[in-house]
């Protein structure tokens, strides 16, 4: 057993601990409070720093590491995905080395558990030989409709020959609605019911997307038919985002929309009644040309917030604290609390890992980090969003007893 001592405990899903400690036995929380009790235990104080859970990176896109800095910001989302389907077009992105290179950032930086998004699944042997826990989802493209069954059959053969572990866990993602047709959204919704867990969509990104599900025409219309991957057979819903995922039986407490800029207030509470989760990822937004995400209408909306950092194609780092700090550029009024349980209990509820990780509670892992706090006499929530850089974090290691 371990008592950990540190001048501000934050639970997440409790008030924060002034002076606590948290006790862990065998990689899980025993206790948080604000006294240990009576052992023999070891004992780390950690002094003026505040222990909490490691942060969620809920969207993300491993496979894309080794585009860093290969992609320039563009105007619009339309401009970015062309640039981008020319470079990939041009080279492989599949580099082992860029994705583990990467899985070490995303742990230097205080998050432990990833919901990596990909259209391989070349990740997952890089995550099972890292200390991360992730949700990966083999995203699917499929449109037009004749590709549905080819497309997701194809997907759901790749997660039964890699399997999945209690630590990263596989399942399958629809890439957006200009990219997936409905039949494909249909099996996509079938098979994801049957290998259980969440699933995932790009939702209500772009503006571009709003125009093609509204009129059937625009950039993204364009795009496919210049790829050969426009359906002439296919008909516009003329209805927004949500709805449209609606009409095709994807909403529910399973489903991780990523982005969501786009969404009028009556689809974000849409969201919120079905019990999804919106992924916010604010300097991606910034990076592909979409708008900055309208944070305080997603927090008055009520619906399960999350956080991510998208791909390094997209975001200078995969630094989550720094994607708080954003959050908190955008919105001065949201109290910081909300923005913290964002970044851990509400991802990890979303990626299927919920009471294990995300906060510090009586049987959830043990997988905690501590920060520096200057002055003990700060708010300690706000100064966790302001910016954190992966020199101040602490990762608590229960396995050696060790802070390291």
């Known amino acids: 057993?371990?008592?950990?001592?540190?001048?501000?405990?934050?639970?997440?899903?409790?008030?924060?601990?002034?002076?606590?400690?948290?006790?862990?036995?065998?990689?899980?929380?025993?206790?948080?409070?604000?006294?240990?009790?009576?052992?023999?235990?070891?004992?780390?104080?950690?002094?003026?720093?505040?222990?909490?859970?490691?942060?969620?990176?809920?969207?993300?896109?491993?496979?894309?590491?080794?585009?860093?800095?290969?992609?320039?910001?563009?105007?619009?989302?339309?401009?970015?995905?062309?640039?981008?389907?020319?470079?990939?077009?041009?080279?492989?992105?599949?580099?082992?080395?860029?994705?583990?290179?990467?899985?070490?950032?995303?742990?230097?930086?205080?998050?432990?558990?990833?919901?990596?998004?990909?259209?391989?699944?070349?990740?997952?042997?890089?995550?099972?030989s890292s200390p991360l826990r992730a949700r990966v989802f083999r995203e699917v493209v499929g449109f037009p409709d004749v590709l549905a069954d080819q497309v997701v059959t194809a997907a759901v053969e790749e997660i039964a020959a890699v399997g999945g572990t209690d630590a990263v866990r596989v399942g399958l993602a629809a890439h957006a609605p200009y990219s997936v047709g409905r039949e494909a959204f249909r099996a996509l919704g079938r098979a994801s019911q049957a290998l259980g867990g969440p699933r995932a969509v790009h939702l209500g990104e772009s503006s571009e997307e709003v125009e093609f599900l509204s009129t059937g025409r625009g950039p993204w219309r364009d795009l496919l038919e210049r790829i050969g991957r426009w359906d002439p057979a296919w008909e516009a819903p003329g209805a927004g985002p949500v709805a449209h995922l609606d009409q095709l039986g994807w909403l529910g407490d399973d489903l991780v929309v990523a982005h969501g800029v786009q969404l009028r207030d009556d689809e974000l509470s849409r969201l919120a009644s079905a019990g999804a989760t919106l992924v916010t990822c604010p300097r991606s937004n910034r990076w592909t040309g979409v708008g900055d995400p309208p944070v305080d209408r997603f927090v008055r909306s009520g619906v399960r917030l999350a956080v991510g950092t998208d791909s390094l194609a997209s975001a200078p780092?995969?630094?989550?604290?720094?994607?708080?700090?954003?959050?908190?550029?955008?919105?001065?009024?949201?109290?910081?609390?909300?923005?913290?349980?964002?970044?851990?209990?509400?991802?990890?509820?979303?990626?299927?890992?919920?009471?294990?990780?995300?906060?510090?509670?009586?049987g959830a892992l043990a997988s905690l980090i501590a920060v520096p706090v200057p002055d003990e006499s700060l708010d300690v929530e706000e100064y966790l969003v302001r910016g954190v850089g992966p020199d101040q974090v602490t990762w608590l290691d229960p396995d050696d007893g060790a802070a390291g």
């Open 1 to 128: 057993m371990i008592h950990y001592h540190a001048d501000w405990i934050l639970p997440i899903t409790a008030p924060p601990i002034r002076r606590g400690v948290v006790t862990v036995q065998a990689g899980r929380v025993v206790a948080a409070g604000s006294s240990p009790t009576a052992d023999s235990a070891t004992t780390h104080d950690l002094g003026r720093a505040v222990i909490l859970p490691s942060l969620v990176n809920a969207h993300t896109h491993l496979e894309l590491s080794a585009l860093a800095g290969r992609v320039a910001p563009a105007p619009s989302m339309p401009e970015w995905v062309r640039s981008l389907i020319e470079i990939r077009g041009r080279s492989s992105d599949q580099d082992p080395a860029a994705i583990r290179a990467a899985i070490g950032a995303v742990r230097s930086s205080g998050t432990g558990l990833v919901g990596d998004i990909g259209n391989t699944l070349a990740a997952v042997p890089e995550l099972r």
């Open 317 to 362: 780092d995969l630094n989550l604290f720094a994607e708080l700090a954003r959050l908190r550029e955008l919105s001065s009024d949201v109290p910081a609390c909300t923005l913290l349980t964002a970044a851990t209990a509400h991802g990890a509820r979303a990626l299927g890992f919920g009471g294990e990780l995300g906060e510090i509670a009586p």
